[in-house]
């Protein structure tokens, strides 16, 4: 299956500041996943990356707040730019892993943020 | 509109029992069904699936069954062990869609 690279692990940021998540992946993939999941909260995905292509963004998430990169097939980025306390959450990236007998997704260890 | 729930925030079992941890949905549009575990620092780990054409998956210890007129679904662990003590997340999605993942529940095996 694949493997997932995912940095920092964790960081403290003061507000209004910015900071980009890297994920690199062992293997090329189609798609990359970002996603967060706040304190007590589910996993909610962010936006889907498409190396080539301009990311596509779920309900509630906009580029200017998250951008994201995909450079090529195996790395992607996501800063959290201009931060506030509730952007401290986990980010998660995640790709479809067809290695795995049953169809399933990997996820990177995630990045714990907290904004202060 | 949350389309996936876990009702159960924690449950506590004894080690060498079973442990059922339970999920519902609202959407029936979804055809794919997946458990994840979480340990703490770590991302989520795919655990087992199963497509709605089926009711039972198993995979060792663990089974997923899916009662799809309930829109429910359950995993059983068995026999419980300690170092499945985790957060356990199910998810669902339909064909073309992305995950939605349920609240998670955290298992505590006690030896």
């Known amino acids: 299956s694949a493997v997932i690279s995912q940095k920092p692990s964790r960081d403290i940021c003061q507000r209004g500041t910015s900071l980009t998540i890297q994920c690199q992946v062992d293997s090329q993939v189609t798609m990359m996943f970002w996603y967060r999941q706040q304190p007590g909260q589910s996993l909610t995905l962010i936006a889907t990356?498409?190396?080539?292509?301009?990311?596509?963004?779920e309900s509630g998430f906009v580029i200017d707040k998250f951008p994201i990169s995909r450079p090529n097939l195996t790395f992607s980025t996501l800063t959290v730019s201009n931060m506030s306390p509730e952007d401290s959450s986990i980010y998660l990236c995640?790709?479809?892993?067809?290695?795995?007998?049953?169809?399933?997704?990997?996820f990177g260890s995630g990045t714990r943020l907290t904004v202060v | 509109d949350q389309q996936v729930k876990q009702n159960s925030p924690s449950l506590s079992v004894q080690e060498g029992r079973i442990s059922i941890l339970n999920c519902d949905y609202t959407?029936?549009?979804?055809?794919?069904f997946l458990w994840y575990k979480k340990y703490p620092a770590e991302g989520p780990t795919f655990l087992i699936s199963?497509?709605?054409?089926?009711d039972k998956n198993e995979d060792g210890r663990f089974t997923v069954f899916l009662n799809k007129s309930a829109k429910h679904l359950s995993l059983h662990i068995v026999p419980s062990q300690p170092g499945d003590s985790a957060v356990y997340f199910c998810a669902a999605e339909t064909s073309g869609s992305r995950l939605t993942f349920g609240e998670g529940t955290q298992l505590t095996v006690n030896p």
């Open positions: 995640s790709v479809e892993d067809r290695g795995k007998g049953n169809y399933g997704y990997t």
């Open positions: 199963i497509s709605s054409i089926k």
């Open positions: 959407n029936s549009m979804f055809d794919y």
């Open positions: 990356a498409n190396q080539g292509s301009e990311a596509t963004y």
